[in-house]
């Protein structure tokens, strides 16, 4: 009898409370994502077509004619390559810097400070502020104002997710690099980036996956137009603004056009997601577990 | 000493407002191995870490003093520390191998200060600091492999091989053993008697048998003071100082 369960003891009750509200949590969690995959592909299936995927909006195809989102899909991938290529140009230096010669000190802690901040503020501010400066330039709604306007609101998410996986960066590794007679920059460019290679694609990783379905911030600043852009002047569309247009129509064939593209984009996202996890996983071998 | 290769003048470290070093003036001879024990906390580490300017790695701390290296004060300001760090290796308590294949490791020192002229000189270079340090016929099958498919005691003699390779004076050994198997720390031990005539060597160790077999000059600390320094056969069979032999003894 000495082993024998006792049900009705406080602790045991208590863990059973604590477990089953995790559990509930975990499947409302489980459940939503569920929810929303199930929503946009039993809406957006059978509007998918290879016609969608492959042309342009024709004449009347807010209205519920022929025609595809190709401007779409191709704009969303300039803007979000664009943007993200142009935030890593500034976010890799930044983290490596913050890591390098930064380190813990208080200058460190306002740099991450400021970025948090920048993290905080809703895309449509961008969008705004992005609008804003064109006016003052003279620019017109284009790719480039697009690019511009997503790299800013990609760089402190990039930047911050780098920072925290760098952060993690073995001291024993980079002093391993030191011992050697390395400058600091030797040690970031040759140890750091090695390491943390993996740990880096997931930060770019995340802030495409934020580039790319974001619309407030290109709604001034990128336009909508049904042709795909041939310069980096031309205005151009972009899916989450595809998805938001469409859904708003009276049309119910154009509202479920509007769930086809949704799907697209998950699916575009999720491509990215795989492709570079396996990319990763590719450029892992050498690095120190 | 005549053929002194480390001197350290009036050296006082601090972690903060801990006094680390206490008036530290020891000088180290060419081409032997110089072992410094002590009790744990007793600032050996520290002492080691300052031949090489690692000392400064850790936040919030302070060092008076000189260490001259053939005479040239290392923390002068005009002394680029990197240069320093090329003439003075070390080699860690636990094996760090760098995030690329065995060969690169090797060649990585070599590439970064430039050592060598072309692909077939870096090759021939990796080749022969393979052999000093015992591991060529074990990997030369597998140069491109990651460094971390070598077992730890491999590592540890890669780290060795990879220190070798820039061509340093001075080597410094932090416990170098402390984490590897009893064979693999004889390997390594063999290897530092073979290397001492050609570098000049200074191991961290708290283990008394281990710096009987490698010392030929004992450094012996107490609470970040130097309470005896001299030949090792003196101070093995015939310390000065009561805490010295009472450690000799194993009291403490």
């Not at chain 1, 342009?56 to 989102?69: A, F, Q, R, S, T």
């Not at chain 1, 852009?229 to 972009?238: E, H």
Request: hydrophobic share 45%; aromatic share 8%.
């Amino acid at each position: 009898m000495k082993f024998q369960k006792k049900h009705f003891e406080r602790r045991h009750i208590v863990e059973l409370v604590i477990k089953t509200i995790m559990r509930l949590a975990l499947f409302i969690v489980a459940g939503t994502l569920g929810l929303i995959l199930w929503t946009i592909i039993s809406r957006g299936l059978p509007s998918l077509s290879w016609e969608m995927v492959s042309q342009v909006p024709k004449g009347g195809y807010y209205m519920g004619k022929d025609g595809g989102i190709l401007n779409a899909i191709i704009g969303s991938a300039y803007l979000a390559t664009g943007g993200t290529l142009l935030a890593m140009i500034l976010s890799v230096p930044i983290a490596l810097y913050l890591k390098a010669y930064l380190g813990k000190s208080r200058w460190g802690d306002y740099v991450r400070l400021s970025l948090d901040v920048l993290w905080g503020i809703p895309s449509i501010v961008y969008g705004a502020f992005g609008f804003a400066l064109m006016v003052l330039l003279g620019m017109r709604a284009s790719l480039l104002a697009g690019i511009i306007v997503l790299a800013l609101v990609e760089l402190p998410i990039m930047t911050r997710a780098m920072d925290e996986v760098i952060r993690r960066m073995p001291s024993d590794l980079e002093h391993a690099a030191l011992a050697l007679g390395s400058t600091k920059f030797e040690v970031a460019i040759n140890i750091i980036t090695r390491q943390m290679l993996p740990g880096i694609i997931t930060a770019i990783l995340l802030a495409f996956g934020r580039g790319i379905g974001d619309a407030a911030s290109v709604l001034f600043t990128a336009g909508y137009t049904d042709r795909i852009p041939t310069s980096l002047m031309n205005p151009t569309a972009s899916l989450p603004l595809a998805v938001f247009f469409q859904l708003g129509s009276p049309y119910p064939e154009v509202r479920e056009r509007g769930y086809a593209a949704a799907l697209i984009l998950t699916i575009a996202v999720l491509l990215v997601s795989f492709g570079s996890r396996w990319l990763a996983a590719r450029l892992n071998r050498y690095t120190i577990k | 000493m005549n053929n002194t290769h480390i001197q350290v003048k009036n050296l006082n470290a601090y972690y903060g407002k801990q006094h680390a070093l206490k008036d530290i003036n020891i000088e180290i001879p060419k081409n032997q191995i110089t072992v410094i024990m002590g009790p744990s906390g007793c600032g050996k580490t520290t002492l080691l870490k300052t031949f090489n300017r690692f000392f400064e790695l850790n936040e919030n701390v302070n060092l008076t003093g000189e260490v001259l290296v053939d005479g040239e004060n290392i923390y002068d300001p005009n002394v680029d520390v990197t240069e320093v760090r090329k003439v003075v290796g070390l080699l860690a308590q636990r094996p760090t191998p760098l995030p690329m294949s065995i060969y690169d490791n090797i060649a990585y020192g070599m590439r970064i200060h430039q050592m060598k002229k072309d692909r077939a000189a870096y090759k021939k270079s990796v080749r022969h600091y393979l052999e000093i340090a015992g591991l060529w016929e074990e990997v030369h099958k597998r140069m491109h492999d990651p460094a971390t498919s070598l077992s730890i005691g491999q590592q540890q003699r890669l780290c060795l091989a990879r220190g070798l390779a820039v061509e340093p004076e001075i080597i410094l050994g932090d416990e170098p053993t402390s984490a590897l198997d009893p064979i693999s720390s004889q390997n390594i031990e063999s290897r530092l008697l073979e290397l001492k005539k050609d570098y000049t060597i200074v191991i961290v160790t708290h283990t008394l048998r281990q710096a009987k077999r490698l010392a030929d000059h004992v450094i012996y600390m107490y609470l970040g003071e130097v309470a005896e320094a001299g030949p090792a056969h003196e101070v093995f069979t015939n310390p000065k100082h009561e805490r010295t032999k009472q450690y000799l003894e194993g009291l403490f």
